[in-house]
C-alpha cells in the first residue's frame, strides 16, 4: 500500500476486521518512517499486531498525505518495519492472495530476492488496483465518459513502477492475476449516497465506524466525494464475483512523459481485468458483519 491517498489507509481498516480476511502482513511503498507510522495507527486502532514491511525507512519524504492527520490526529513516525521484500516472501504463498494498492515496487524486490536466491516462490492469486480495459475489452456503452474509445490510458500504480509491474505479469510463479482497472473504478465514489449506506451498517465493526466517522468530516470538505478505488479491489479480493472479468494480455506502451497501459483479449494468460461490477454486492462485501 502507499498513503498519499485516504482510501489505501480506509482499505487496511477493512481489511484488519473483515470476517473473512486473515491479514498475514502489510508492506508500504516507498517505506518511510512516516508511513509505517500510519500503519501502525491502523493496527493499533483495530487492536492488531501483524508484521510491517518498508521497502527504504530513510525514504528523505514523509509520503503521507495531510488527510491522514486530519482524520486521525498526530501520528508519531514508526521505525519499526522489516524489510518488505522478505516479508513478502516470508507470508505469501500458494494459498495467499496478495493485494496491492499501489507502485510495485516491494513486488519487483521480492520476486529479484527469490531469484537471486534461488526460492521457488508462489502466490496463489494477486489482486492489483491498476490497468486500464478500454476499447476492444469493455463494450462501448459500459466505458465511462472520460475514458470513451481510449486503448491505452496511464495508470499511477502501474506507472509508478512500470518494471516492477511487468516483472509482476510474467512471472510464472503466480496463479491467477485480477486487474480492477480504471474504466471500472473511477466509477466508484464514497459520495453522499455511500455515506448513507454506511450509517446504519456502522456499528457492525469498529472498521465501518472509523470510516463512516473518518468521512464524514471529509464530505463536509469535499462533498464531491472521494473516488473508492482501493476499497473495490479488496472487495474483489474477498469475492471475485462482484466483478465481471476479462481474461487479456496487460501491455505497457512507452508514450508520452509517463507511458500508458492497455490490455488486449487473450485467453489462457491467467490475467484478468474487470470490465464491469456489481456494485450491490461490492457495497454488501464491504459492510459484512
Known sequence: ???????????????LDHPRVDLKAVTVTPGSAAQVGVVRRGLELLG??????????TYPQNCVSRWHYEAFGD??????AEPAAQLLLETVDKNTTLLTGGPKQNLGAALALAER????????????????????????????????????????????????ALRGLAYSGIGVRR???????????????????????????????LIWNAMSEYLVRRPA????????AA????DASIGTWAEVELYFEKSGPHGAWGSRLSPGTGTWI?????????LDTMLEA
Request: aromatic share 8%.
Open 48 to 57: 492488531r499486531d501483524i508484521p510491517v514491511g518498508a521497502r527504504e525507512l
Open 179 to 209: 486487474f480492477v482497472s480504471k474504466n471500472v473504478c473511477h466509477g466508484v465514489v464514497y459520495g453522499r449516497a455511500m455515506h448513507d449506506r454506511f450509517e446504519p451498517a456502522r456499528h457492525r465493526r469498529q472498521s465501518l465506524e
Open 225 to 232: 466525494g472521494k473516488k473508492f478505488h482501493d476499497p473495490l
Open 117 to 164: 536466491t534461488g526460492i521457488d516462490w508462489r502466490i496463489g492469486t494477486w489482486v492489483a488496483q491498476g490497468g486500464f480495459a478500454g476499447e476492444g475489452v469493455i463494450p462501448r456503452e459500459r466505458q465511462l465518459p472520460k475514458f470513451a474509445g481510449m486503448t491505452t490510458c496511464p495508470t499511477w500504480n502501474l506507472n509508478g513502477a512500470s518494471a516492477d
Open 235 to 238: 472487495c474483489c479480493a474477498i
Open 75 to 80: 501520528i508519531a513516525p514508526s521505525m519499526d
Open 1 to 15: 500500500m502507499e498513503t498519499g491517498e485516504p482510501d489505501d489507509f480506509l482499505t487496511l481498516l477493512l481489511l
Open 274 to 282: 474487470i470490465t464491469d461490477h456489481d456494485h450491490d454486492r461490492f
